[in-house]
């Protein structure tokens, strides 16, 4: 493994376990560096501050569930996009779980709007490329949302039925558009 792949992977790691007692306004670059047993230039060699720790972890994280499958505009609206919105969920709700604690969930929200936006300018539809940030936080926020609540309230549901409570949502909401 790389070296600098490694520097990351242990400052991460060790900045999730910090977290897990600590606010990250708290944490200092000097206590990160000292028990990830590395040097405060490997720190700066791979970030600029702990927000980009973070934005690492996310990015990885979200690398390993989502791959580019935003670049396919029928993703969004497929059950294939919710399913792998729990399980990123459910995947990762340690982490979630120290970020909400912390209120740290905005980091991972802009983080997400982020990536998701990225691919919303190959979108042959001109309107969601003019309004991408609406259609994100309309399609993908919701979504989002959900499934941080789920993770706050101590995964109450299991991912199956999550999934059939959102697709409840989906024909509610059909239905209700059809009617009026």
């Known amino acids: 493994m790389n070296k600098s792949i490694k520097t990351k992977k242990q400052v991460s790691k060790t900045l999730i376990k910090l977290l897990n007692y600590k606010p990250l306004d708290l944490i200092t670059i000097k206590e990160l560096t000292e028990k990830a047993n590395v ?15 973070l934005k690492y972890i996310y990015q990885n994280a979200h690398k390993q569930v989502f791959k580019d499958k935003y670049s396919h505009l029928s993703y969004v ?40 936006l990225s691919y919303t300018q190959h979108y042959k539809n001109k309107f969601i490329r003019e309004h991408a940030f609406y259609f994100i936080s309309y399609y993908h926020g919701s979504l989002f949302n959900i499934c941080t609540y789920w993770v706050a309230s101590g995964k109450q549901e299991s991912s199956d039925t999550l999934f059939k409570m959102i697709k409840e949502f989906e024909k509610i909401k059909f239905v209700y558009n059809q009617k009026g």
């Open 39 to 53: 040097s405060r230039t490997a720190f700066y060699n791979n970030f600029h501050t702990l927000e980009d720790v």
């Open 77 to 116: 609206y497929s059950d294939e996009h919710i399913k792998d919105m729990i399980h990123f969920f459910d995947k990762n709700s340690k982490l979630l779980l120290v970020l909400i604690k912390w209120n740290l969930i905005e980091f991972i929200a802009k983080y997400n709007t982020e990536i998701v």
